[in-house]
């Protein structure tokens, strides 16, 4: 198996200024491409560190792939430290250069000489484009083993690997076909997920992880044989098939959006304690404009009378968190909106807010199918941001459920 390193550099990781999500996203389309990553670490923006790090890495695996560090402003080392773990010059690369130019007169930005700096690449580096900024990226050798340096922001790094550095890395190693997978399921503690995966039990050659993720529970399976890779991940569905959400890459508001779609349904939200979360999520997905029709964030009572038709009566006698109010927002989100499906949601996100009668995380949903209405109580644990996503994702988990049997 080909063995990988990652460095994400920057000082501002030490000091929480950013969180670092890249190595996350390289990680996982290095173990679907077939190559294994054996180690993931922070760098600050030391030139020593950096470069005893980077000759580590190179001397122990095949690539090392860096995210970081190369703009134009003092503290962007990467070129430099990677040019002395390989044992070579810097030089100023004429390509670099020009794509660093013709972006910048393009934003109407005047050239410093601090951009020049950015063209300073190790000797005989090969170039990686870059169409979102002017970080080009750079592939270096040492020996046997290579070194892929890409732009630290997100959107630029993505691109960048996806259309250039995998294409190099099959292009210098024979990987294996690999079979990977995340098989989602909603709606059971995460014990019980462990149990049937003991109970099935994990063939030889396979892996298999379990991750929580506010709501949504995802079992990735990774393997060679896919035989085995296909058994083992059926058995797990069908075995808890009633928990099921959907499997790959398409995240829960995705399969919701696509199923609306497929069934030609429509959808609209009455929105309190989430404010906002639910249309959020639905709008994040390309398409989503063809299913949502709207939502009201009631927020206030005032708009849950006003807007939704809640009477104030029911606001006063069973409160904004009930089995009541939960109905009659339902209610007024079809009245305004006349969807297929709608659904609604009120509750004590904290941290402040709860009394003993009514605690924190005291969550209150209601969806209506169809003129199949369904309405549930519901105890969320975490804090503020846990308890608002469990509870859009409850709803959509539900929805989708309710949709296969329709």
């Known amino acids: 198996m080909i063995k990988s390193a990652i460095v994400a550099v920057g000082s501002e990781i030490f000091t929480g200024s950013i969180v670092d999500t890249n190595s996350a996203y390289l990680a996982k389309r290095l173990n679907e491409i077939g190559v294994n990553v054996e180690t993931i670490m922070p760098v600050p923006d030391d030139l020593e560190k950096m470069v005893r790090h980077f000759e580590r890495c190179l001397s122990e695996c095949d690539i090392l792939i860096t995210t970081g560090g190369l703009g134009p402003t003092f503290d962007d080392l990467t070129a430099e430290a990677i040019a002395k773990a390989v044992g070579v010059e810097l030089e100023f690369n004429e390509t670099a250069y020009r794509h660093i130019e013709g972006l910048l007169l393009k934003r109407g930005v005047s ?21 979102k900024g002017t970080a080009m990226g750079f592939v270096c ?22 259309d250039y550095a995998i294409p190099f890395i099959r292009g210098k190693f024979s990987l294996p076909e690999i079979f990977m997978d995340d098989i989602k399921f909603a709606g059971l503690p995460e014990s ?15 892996e298999c992880i379990i991750n929580v993720a506010k709501g949504e529970i995802i079992v990735r399976v990774k393997g060679i044989d896919k035989s085995k890779f296909e058994s083992f991940v059926e058995n797990i569905i069908g075995k808890l098939k009633q928990y099921y959400i959907g499997r790959g890459n398409e995240s829960i508001s995705a399969i919701l959006v696509r199923m609306l779609r497929e069934s030609g349904k429509t959808i609209s939200f009455a929105e309190s304690c989430t404010g906002g979360l639910l249309s959020k999520m639905i709008t ?41 109010t939960v109905l009659e927002m339902l209610k007024g989100c079809k009245r305004v909106f006349n969807t297929d499906v709608a659904a609604a949601v009120t509750g004590i996100a904290g941290p402040d807010g709860g009394t ?22 519901h105890l969320f644990s975490g804090d503020r941001e846990v308890i608002r996503e469990r509870s859009a994702k409850y709803i959509f988990d539900s929805v989708i459920k309710r949709l296969r049997k329709l």
């Open 111 to 131: 050239i410093k000489e601090s951009h020049k700096r950015q063209a300073l690449l190790p000797k005989d580096a090969h170039l990686l484009p870059n169409s």
């Open 192 to 206: 019980d997920v462990d149990e049937v995966i003991r109970e099935v039990g994990i063939p030889d050659g396979l």
């Open 356 to 377: 003993q009668e009514k605690p924190v995380g005291l969550v209150w949903t209601a969806i209506d199918i169809c003129g199949d209405v369904e309405v549930k109580e």
């Open 284 to 324: 994040d997905i390309p398409g989503s404009s063809l299913v949502f029709k709207g939502a009201v964030v009631s927020y206030a009572n005032e708009i849950k009378n006003t807007v939704l038709g809640v009477d104030e009566e029911i606001l006063k006698t069973f409160g904004a968190v009930s089995k009541e």
């Open 141 to 162: 050798q040492k020996g046997k083993s290579f070194s892929i340096s890409l732009p630290g922001i997100p959107y630029e790094m993505k691109p960048m690997f996806e």
